[in-house]
């Protein structure tokens, strides 16, 4: 029988998470892994000059903090964007399953392929000198604008200030693009 990632989290513990709460912080020891059964939980570091940015929007089904299977410590904090359901593994049991199974390890291969393809995604937005320039690279890659009260999570992930995403916003509900 084929296991799935989905599969080896059924029945593991789960770990509700109001919106806005911390699962783990960075240089926490990595000791379970996590998967999203609801909500939304963001992988985030802070610049140097104080700026968040999201690095993993994780929704359900995707394994949050991919590369701490292969990690002594947390390299970012996850903190839920919304409430949130986690499914939580020992990280022991993770590695041995992945170990015992050539088509799970193949599974978890392609998810961190494509964990690595989102990377310079991101990378490649945030490379580009303009924040229209961001935003249209974002939203031409399908991502819908989130309603008003959530555009702040949008700046983040394009690593550019609130203010400058909504001057943006602004420049477009005007249909003056700069």
């Known amino acids: 029988m084929l296991m799935s990632l989905e599969t080896l989290f059924a029945g593991s513990r789960s770990v509700y998470l109001a919106a806005g709460k911390v699962l783990f912080r960075s240089a926490a020891p990595v000791s379970e892994m996590f998967m999203v059964n609801a909500g939304q939980i963001h992988l985030c570091r802070h610049t ?3 700026t968040k940015m ?3 929007r994780a929704t359900p089904g995707m394994v949050l903090a991919e590369a701490s299977a292969y990690s002594d410590s947390y390299h970012c904090d996850a903190i839920a964007a919304t409430d949130s359901i986690v499914q939580t593994l020992p990280k022991s049991v993770f590695l041995s399953a992945l170990a015992a199974d050539p088509d799970l390890a193949a599974t978890w291969a392609a998810t961190l ?7 310079r995604f ?4 945030r490379s580009l000198p303009k924040v229209a320039d961001r935003l249209d690279a974002w939203l ?3 991502n819908p604008l989130p309603q008003k009260g959530r555009w702040q999570d949008v700046a983040h992930e394009l690593s550019v200030t609130r203010e400058a995403l909504y001057r943006e ?3 477009r509900r005007k249909g003056t693009k700069e």
């Not at 392929?113 to 990377?119: E, S, T």
């Not at 991101?122 to 937005?125: F, G, H, P, Y």
């Open 169 to 171: 916003l602004a420049r």
């Open 113 to 119: 392929a494509r964990g690595v393809q989102a990377a």
């Open 122 to 125: 991101r990378s490649e937005i």
């Open 54 to 56: 999201v690095l993993q």
């Open 48 to 50: 140097v000059h104080g």
């Open 140 to 142: 031409g890659a399908g």
